[in-house]
């Protein structure tokens, strides 16, 4: 079956440390994938998305994402933290770029 | 470009109520989904519409929840009875959905703020 793997239900970071979060697929057959941000009470947002061309997305606040076809893995990563990425963060999986199946996504705390 | 609206935003029921949620998405969007997100998991697909067909329902409760979009634009989610375990956020999402796989021109989903139900 399709699946993401979200590895770590909560990360916390240092306000201005690096943000790494983890997103393993589970196919043999490259998808389309993504990052979504969800802020509280609020609906999801599209942080970037992979569709086969550059390996390397750069998405919106600065945030960005590698694909690795080798490792089944497209985690994202963001340089420096600020308060304002203190959210939840989904990966998600297409195959047929028709259908998204999501991970069970990665709280983020920032401390000051 | 207006986003996904979707209403009621909050709703308490008891259960063995009946609700209904209300989704109007992207104009031009062919495709639309209803998710359920549980406290602290990630959204669940519970039908796919293309246009007006039903794409995929396999994970929609049929025996309680029901879903229509006449027309090929707004849609309905209702669930009768509610039971408990149903207290979720409800999501709408489009996308362009023209088609599937390698010709497909759709690679992204758009949501509404959707819609806190609370079984009681």
């Known amino acids: 079956a399709q699946s993401v793997t979200q590895l770590g239900s909560h990360v916390s970071v240092s306000e201005g440390a690096l943000v790494l979060l983890r997103c393993n697929y589970s196919?043999?057959?490259?998808?389309?994938l993504f990052w979504y941000v969800q802020y509280p009470n609020q609906g999801l947002q599209l942080l970037l998305k992979y569709t086969s061309a550059a390996t390397l997305v750069k998405g919106i606040n600065g945030f960005e994402a590698e694909f690795k076809k080798s490792e089944t893995s497209f985690h994202l990563t963001k340089p420096s933290a600020h308060m304002s990425d203190a959210a939840e963060y989904f990966c998600?999986?297409?195959?047929?770029?028709?259908?998204?199946?999501f991970g069970t996504g990665t709280s983020l705390t920032v401390i000051p | 470009e207006a986003g996904v609206a979707q209403s009621p935003r909050y709703k308490i029921i008891e259960k063995r109520q009946s609700v209904a949620f209300w989704c109007n998405p992207i104009?031009?969007?062919?495709?639309l989904y209803w998710y359920q997100q549980i406290l602290g998991q990630g959204p669940k697909l519970l039908i796919q519409f293309q246009n007006n067909g039903v794409v995929d329902d396999s994970q929609l409760p049929k025996d309680r929840f029901s879903a229509e979009r006449l027309k090929g634009v707004d849609s309905t989610l209702k669930i009768q009875p509610a039971k408990l375990e149903d207290s979720a956020v409800y999501l709408c999402?489009?996308?362009?959905?023209?088609?599937?796989?390698?010709?497909?021109?759709?690679?992204?989903?758009?949501f509404g703020q959707g819609t806190r139900l609370t079984v009681v």
């Open positions: 998600a999986v297409s195959y047929t770029g028709n259908q998204f199946y």
């Open positions: 999402a489009s996308s362009l959905g023209r088609g599937t796989g390698i010709t497909s021109t759709n690679t992204e989903a758009f």
């Open positions: 196919s043999s057959v490259p998808p389309y």
């Open positions: 104009s031009g969007h062919a495709t």
